[in-house]
């Protein structure tokens, strides 16, 4: 009776494990939904395509849900060559100096670090998220914070990062909605 109960205690600890999460944040900020807000380029450092296009649509969503209407997205100017559009660093660049002549208070941007299912008989998802909000009329990092998440057997990539956005945008306290 006691092997088994201690087997039962060892599957417990290893599926609670299994879907488990960091978060690493600075401290919460207070900012206004009533200002407008710019999602700019998020950096897919993972090894799935178009991983920030899907991150930003996620963020899109919680920061509308949570009463930022003014909210705009940075598209990357067409016809860039394939140098430009590698250098990441010049895309942030370019939508801040964007985002600023238009007028917006708030950019978010980010990197993803890891999105897709592991290896192994249970190909569990994991996800890695960092992302940062900018003041932009002073151009400071007022937050930052990175999670990095996975979950169940039977649970998807993008019900994972759905939770992990919304994880690291709790962080920031929305005013004004």
Do not use: F
């Amino acid at each position: 009776m006691r092997k088994q109960l201690n087997s039962l205690l060892w599957v417990v600890m290893v599926m609670t494990l299994s879907a488990c999460g960091t978060l690493t944040t600075t401290d919460t900020v207070s900012v206004s939904a009533n200002q407008p807000w710019v999602l700019l380029p998020v950096n897919n450092l993972s090894t799935t395509p178009r991983a920030g296009e899907k991150t930003n649509a996620l963020v899109e969503t919680h920061l509308r849900a949570r009463g930022v209407g003014s909210l705009k997205t940075y598209n990357t100017p067409e016809g860039l060559n394939l140098v430009t559009l590698l250098d990441t660093d010049r895309q942030i660049n370019d939508a801040i100096k964007w985002a600023r002549q238009n007028g917006m208070r708030y950019g978010m941007t980010g990197t993803v670090h890891e999105w897709h299912y592991k290896s192994g008989p249970d190909k569990e998802p994991a996800v890695g998220l960092s992302l940062k909000l900018i003041d932009l009329s002073t151009e400071q990092v007022v937050w930052q914070a990175t999670t990095a998440k996975t979950g169940w057997g039977y649970t998807n990539v993008s019900g994972v990062a759905d939770k992990a956005v919304e994880k690291l945008l709790k962080q920031i306290n929305i005013t004004g909605r």
